[in-house]
């Protein structure tokens, strides 16, 4: 099946600093990826959705420039969190929408950031 | 606004036993259901997905059904087993201006005791 990659898996960082979590596709190209937030025990959010090769379309009440989302290729989107703050620490996933099967998103296994 | 509800927030059941998840949506509206696993600390594994036009889905001991006019999902598990632990979520797929997105509730932490 398709599978969906996060890199790091985990990250811990200082305040103020940047930080920058990958997502690929493996084995299909994905024309279109989304990037959620999910803190315990809450709902995964929607954060932004990203096409490839275009500017990401976020949703309301996600700041677009901490939250940096770049799809420069097929296989690769990249969300980088800028000037993190400790209210950011939260579980990141990444999805993949493959091009011929339009119902269907492949998870990634997500990203826990915390920040000091 | 699309808000989807899970009942129970978590269920605690011995092995062996069926039991049913449910999963409630404010607007009738929506392309698809899905139904997901997570295992905690980790990602989403799709269990079953139910069109818009469906009432059911099958996969082994798993059964999704959907009535879409009342707004209303459920997830039979048939004799548990301790590895069926995990958080099931339910999430709907709904319009959004030219696109499309997954709105998802707050999910369901079973827990299956041997």
């Known amino acids: 099946g398709a599978v969906v990659s996060q890199h790091p898996s985990w990250v811990i960082c200082k305040s103020g600093t940047s930080v920058k979590i990958e997502c690929r596709s493996l084995d299909f190209q994905a024309t279109t990826m989304f990037w959620y937030r999910q803190f315990p025990k809450q709902s995964l959010m929607l954060m932004a959705t990203s096409n490839e090769g275009s500017k990401a379309t976020y949703e309301q009440g996600v700041e677009k420039d901490k939250f940096l989302i770049n799809h420069a290729s097929l296989t690769l989107s990249t969300l980088t969190v800028t000037s993190a703050h400790p209210e950011d620490s939260s579980f990141y996933i990444c999805s993949a929408r493959e091009v011929d099967w339009p119902d269907t998103q492949y998870f990634g296994p997500g990203t826990r950031l915390t920040v000091l | 606004k699309q808000e989807v509800t899970q009942i129970p927030a978590a269920l605690s059941v011995p092995e062996g036993e069926n039991l049913v998840l449910n999963c409630s949506f404010t607007?009738?509206?929506?392309?698809?259901l899905q139904w997901f696993r997570q295992d905690p600390g980790k990602g989403l594994t799709s269990l079953l997905l139910?069109?818009?036009?469906?009432r059911e889905q099958t996969s082994g001991r798993l059964n999704a059904s959907l009535d879409k006019s009342s707004g209303r999902s459920t997830l039979y598990i048939a004799a548990s087993q301790p590895g069926d632990s995990a958080t099931y979520l339910c999430a709907v797929r709904v319009p959004q201006g030219g696109s499309e997105k997954l709105v998802f509730g707050k999910g369901t932490k079973l827990t299956v005791n041997p």
């Open positions: 607007d009738s509206a929506i392309y698809n």
């Open positions: 139910i069109q818009s036009s469906q």
